[in-house]
C-alpha cells in the first residue's frame, strides 16, 4: 500500500508544537479500506514488533492534516 509507505517516518506534532513521535505504523480496516489508527513511535529506534511502552496508538480522527508532518487535532499529554 503506497499511502501507508509514504506516512510512515513522518514526525507527528500536535497543536501545542509538541513533537510526539513518528509514525511507527498505519492501521488499516481492509473490509472498508479506510486508515483507522496511526501507531506512533515515542523516541528511539523502531526496534521488533508490537506494542511497548514507547508506543502510543492516535486514532485517524484525530489527525488534522498529513503533509511534511503529521499534525493532530489537538494536544496530547502524556504521563513519563
Same mark, same amino acid.
Given at each position: ?10 514526525? @507527528?506534532? $500536535?497543536? !501545542?508544537g /509538541?513533537i510526539i513521535?513518528?509514525v #511507527? $505504523? @498505519? +492501521?488499516v480496516?481492509?473490509?472498508?479500506? /479506510?486508515? +483507522?489508527?496511526f &501507531?506512533i513511535?515515542?523516541g528511539?529506534s ?5 506494542m !511497548?511502552?514507547n508506543?502510543v496508538? &492516535?486514532?485517524?480522527?484525530s489527525?488534522? &492534516?498529513?503533509? $511534511?508532518? &503529521? /499534525?493532530? #487535532?489537538g494536544?496530547m499529554?502524556?504521563t513519563v
Open positions: 500500500m503506497r499511502i501507508k509507505e509514504e506516512i510512515i517516518g513522518k514526525e @507527528v506534532i $500536535d497543536t !501545542s /509538541l513521535g513518528k #511507527k $505504523d @498505519v +492501521e480496516n481492509f473490509e472498508t479500506q /479506510l486508515m +483507522e489508527n &501507531v513511535g515515542k528511539g523502531f526496534g521488533g514488533f508490537g !511497548s511502552k508506543e496508538i &492516535v486514532p485517524y480522527d489527525i488534522r &492534516v498529513i503533509g $511534511d508532518k &503529521v /499534525l493532530l #487535532k494536544e499529554y502524556e
